[in-house]
């Protein structure tokens, strides 16, 4: 697709260049020039990607972000309405199978500048400190390589940067509070804490969810229209689209729309030399770079490092270990619904505000390891018709009742954790996409811990419901958030990359992006991936040049780099209330 791109930053008047109606940017988008070389290459500019950027930018390395999907214009190319925002998914074929298959398509990756991030609901809960060390405690899973105490520091950074609303005191995990105050409950939330409450289960009310209830620099505050899953218009919802690129670009930084790299280059003395891509015209092209970072999501990497085996590198790059693409993981992530006697209009706020971890750690008396949240989730009419097909049967005149009854009913998401296995894994497949790249085959199964995991947590969430006053409860099984498939580790053997996302086999080629996480808790991903990249940023920083020459990986943690962030970070919002 060519397309005339807001994002290109081709005013009529010259005047200041324009990233839809919200962000404005002051300087024109630098071009490196063809054939030059640059210094880093990242391939998609999604959670991890997109904070990369905008570091390595700032840092002054020549940096060019490639990503498969568009430029968004927030302004013209987001619509309020759920099929008008089917093209912020992606959407290009896929091979699902296993037992227990992943559903593809909307449930999962963005495909565009952003990446996930642009519609996803942006709930931002932390690791527990217990997720670093499973294995140790729980005798499942696999440890970090890094502690939580390592990436604390880095949480609390992005927490003002995106920035995250939430209570002052948040008791789980490691207790903290919250740079903003929270937001005010919408129907659902009143609900999961009526329940909670009743039960004696512990809440958290008004987020962590990076919504803004205060502006801030050229963000407004959040108007509750809750449209955060189709894109927020307003710009209220944090996005690497709108928090982090457009200060990667007034350093430097260029962005490739509508390019998808298809190959990773490696010459004779095992190191990247560059990227082919497919331009926005569908013509194949090279761009050289002194190191590769790819940041593609948990599908889209493994494909790319697998796609790019070339001679000494025959299982494809970075997979001496035979872990690319292995130790896949989704978090369960059963919907359920609710109907109230009273109205609840589901739909009058952002589908993330309220949740509990209070089942998060493992509990032997529960008889399997690690645990799950319970979280709001809002969905809109279309995805609650397909939710009461799936959950009810609803069909013909009993959909159109139950559509009738839309403002009646509540959903609470339960979000648990699915261990590490080996086989559950990205492969390519034997059919090739549109530009003739071999497109990716995922396996999926549930494991016995797995299954009664979410048998317990499906059901305590109904019970949450049943006690919130509800008079029918259903449910519709479904997964969140893929992650894994290139996991980080200190041994060669079982792992991909170090614990700053270098791989063990090539010393220029990064990842950058959730398929990094070893395991995945119940917390939403989008937060740890941010901070994972935000340290990542720090120790290619702190390389400098020696990332482009050496081959000695330095072990050594790099020294925090607070004056790289945005610079509205230290900015002012509404104060807490
Ligand atoms: C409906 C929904 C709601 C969600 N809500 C939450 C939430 O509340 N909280 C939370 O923490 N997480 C949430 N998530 C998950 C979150 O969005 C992802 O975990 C996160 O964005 C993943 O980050 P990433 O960097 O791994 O990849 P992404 O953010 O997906 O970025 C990858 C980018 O790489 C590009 N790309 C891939 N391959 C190529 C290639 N070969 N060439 C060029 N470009 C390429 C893609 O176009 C994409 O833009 C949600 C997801 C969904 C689907
Ligand atoms: S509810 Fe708030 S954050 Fe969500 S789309 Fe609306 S304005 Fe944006």
């Given at each position: 697709?060519?397309?005339?791109?807001l994002g290109?930053?081709?005013p009529p008047?010259?005047?200041p260049h324009m990233?839809?109606?919200?962000?404005?940017i002051?300087?024109?988008?630098h071009?490196?020039?063809e054939?030059?070389e640059?210094?880093?290459?990242?391939?998609g500019?999604?959670?991890?990607?997109?904070v990369?950027?905008q570091?390595?930018a700032r840092?002054?390395?020549?940096?060019i972000?490639?990503?498969?999907?568009?430029f968004?214009d927030t302004?013209?190319d987001?619509?309020?309405?759920e099929k008008?925002a089917?093209?912020l998914y992606?959407n290009?074929?896929r091979i699902?199978?296993?037992k227990?298959?992943?559903?593809?398509g909307?449930n999962?990756?963005g495909?565009?500048?952003?990446?996930?991030t642009?519609?996803w609901?942006?709930?931002?809960?932390?690791?527990?400190p217990?997720d670093?060390?499973?294995?140790?405690?729980?005798?499942?899973?696999v440890?970090w390589?890094i502690?939580?105490?390592?990436l604390k520091?880095?949480?609390?950074?992005?927490?003002?940067e995106?920035p995250?609303?939430?209570?002052?005191?948040?008791?789980?995990g490691?207790p903290h509070?919250?740079?903003?105050?929270?937001?005010?409950?919408?129907g659902?939330?009143?609900?999961?804490?009526?329940?909670?409450?009743?039960?004696g289960?512990?809440?958290s009310?008004?987020g962590?969810v990076?919504i803004?209830?205060g502006?801030?620099?050229?963000?407004?505050?959040?108007?509750y229209?809750g449209?955060?899953?189709?894109g927020?218009?307003?710009?209220?919802k944090a996005s690497?689209?709108?928090?982090?690129?457009p200060d990667a670009i007034?350093?430097?930084a260029e962005?490739?729309?509508?390019?998808?790299v298809?190959?990773?280059?490696?010459?004779g003395d095992r190191r990247v030399l560059?990227?082919?891509?497919?331009d926005s015209?569908?013509?194949?092209?090279?761009?050289?770079?002194?190191a590769?970072v790819v940041?593609?999501?948990s599908i889209?990497?493994?494909r790319?490092?697998l796609?790019?085996?070339?001679p000494g590198?025959e299982?494809g790059l970075?997979?001496?270990?035979?872990c690319v693409?292995r130790?896949l993981?989704?978090?369960a992530?059963?919907v359920?619904?609710?109907r109230?006697e009273?109205?609840?209009?589901?739909?009058?706020?952002?589908p993330?505000h309220a949740?509990t971890e209070?089942?998060?750690e493992?509990?032997?008396?529960r008889g399997?390891?690690r645990?799950f949240?319970i979280?709001t989730?809002?969905?809109?009419?279309m995805a609650?018709?397909r939710?009461?097909m799936?959950a009810k049967?609803?069909?013909?005149?009993g959909?159109?009742?139950?559509m009738?009854?839309y403002?009646?009913?509540?959903s609470?998401?339960f979000l648990?954790?699915?261990?590490?296995?080996?086989?559950?894994?990205v492969?390519?497949a034997?059919?090739?996409d549109?530009?003739?790249i071999?497109i990716?085959k995922?396996t999926f199964n549930?494991?016995?811990?797995?299954q009664?995991l979410?048998?317990?947590?499906?059901?305590?969430?109904?019970?949450?419901?049943?006690?919130?006053?509800?008079?029918?409860?259903?449910q519709?099984?479904?997964?969140?958030?893929?992650?894994?498939?290139?996991?980080?580790?200190?041994?060669?053997e079982?792992?991909?990359?170090?614990?700053?996302?270098r791989t063990?086999?090539i010393?220029?080629?990064f990842?950058c992006?959730g398929s990094?996480?070893?395991?995945?808790?119940?917390?939403?991903?989008?937060?740890?991936i941010m901070?994972?990249?935000?340290?990542?940023?720090?120790?290619?920083?702190?390389e400098?040049?020696?990332v482009?020459t050496?081959?000695k990986?330095?072990?050594?943690?790099p020294?925090m780099?607070?004056?790289?962030?945005p610079p509205?970070?230290?900015?002012?919002?509404?104060?807490r209330?």
């Amino acid at each position: 697709m060519k397309s005339p791109l807001l994002g290109e930053f081709h005013p009529p008047n010259g005047k200041p260049h324009m990233l839809g109606s919200i962000q404005r940017i002051e300087t024109p988008m630098h071009r490196f020039s063809e054939g030059e070389e640059v210094d880093y290459v990242i391939v998609g500019v999604g959670a991890g990607g997109g904070v990369l950027l905008q570091r390595l930018a700032r840092a002054g390395f020549h940096v060019i972000g490639f990503d498969a999907g568009p430029f968004w214009d927030t302004e013209r190319d987001w619509v309020s309405d759920e099929k008008g925002a089917h093209n912020l998914y992606w959407n290009d074929l896929r091979i699902t199978g296993g037992k227990h298959p992943l559903a593809f398509g909307a449930n999962n990756c963005g495909k565009g500048v952003g990446g996930g991030t642009v519609h996803w609901a942006s709930f931002t809960p932390r690791l527990h400190p217990s997720d670093f060390r499973i294995h140790s405690t729980d005798g499942v899973g696999v440890d970090w390589p890094i502690s939580y105490s390592d990436l604390k520091p880095y949480y609390e950074l992005m927490e003002l940067e995106l920035p995250v609303s939430g209570p002052s005191y948040y008791p789980w995990g490691d207790p903290h509070g919250y740079p903003y105050g929270p937001h005010p409950m919408g129907g659902v939330g009143d609900a999961l804490i009526r329940g909670c409450t009743k039960l004696g289960i512990g809440v958290s009310a008004g987020g962590p969810v990076a919504i803004l209830n205060g502006s801030r620099g050229d963000r407004p505050h959040c108007i509750y229209r809750g449209f955060c899953i189709q894109g927020c218009k307003v710009g209220a919802k944090a996005s690497t689209l709108i928090t982090h690129v457009p200060d990667a670009i007034e350093n430097g930084a260029e962005i490739r729309p509508n390019c998808m790299v298809s190959r990773i280059h490696v010459g004779g003395d095992r190191r990247v030399l560059g990227i082919s891509y497919f331009d926005s015209e569908g013509r194949e092209r090279f761009q050289k770079a002194k190191a590769v970072v790819v940041a593609g999501y948990s599908i889209e990497t493994p494909r790319l490092l697998l796609n790019s085996a070339c001679p000494g590198f025959e299982r494809g790059l970075a997979n001496s270990s035979d872990c690319v693409g292995r130790y896949l993981m989704a978090q369960a992530g059963n919907v359920v619904l609710g109907r109230f006697e009273e109205l609840v209009r589901m739909y009058k706020a952002p589908p993330a505000h309220a949740l509990t971890e209070e089942f998060y750690e493992t509990d032997p008396k529960r008889g399997f390891a690690r645990g799950f949240a319970i979280q709001t989730v809002g969905p809109l009419p279309m995805a609650f018709a397909r939710q009461m097909m799936t959950a009810k049967g609803a069909w013909g005149w009993g959909m159109r009742s139950v559509m009738m009854d839309y403002n009646h009913w509540a959903s609470f998401g339960f979000l648990g954790e699915i261990l590490p296995h080996a086989e559950n894994r990205v492969q390519l497949a034997e059919e090739k996409d549109r530009l003739g790249i071999p497109i990716a085959k995922a396996t999926f199964n549930l494991y016995d811990n797995d299954q009664k995991l979410i048998e317990y947590g499906k059901n305590k969430t109904m019970e949450v419901m049943w006690a919130a006053g509800a008079t029918e409860v259903v449910q519709e099984a479904r997964y969140a958030h893929l992650v894994g498939a290139a996991r980080m580790g200190n041994d060669p053997e079982t792992s991909v990359v170090d614990q700053f996302g270098r791989t063990h086999d090539i010393a220029n080629l990064f990842i950058c992006d959730g398929s990094i996480m070893p395991t995945q808790g119940s917390a939403n991903p989008g937060l740890t991936i941010m901070a994972l990249a935000a340290r990542t940023a720090d120790y290619l920083i702190r390389e400098g040049n020696e990332v482009f020459t050496s081959h000695k990986p330095n072990d050594q943690k790099p020294p925090m780099r607070r004056d790289l962030s945005p610079p509205d970070t230290w900015g002012h919002g509404m104060p807490r209330i």
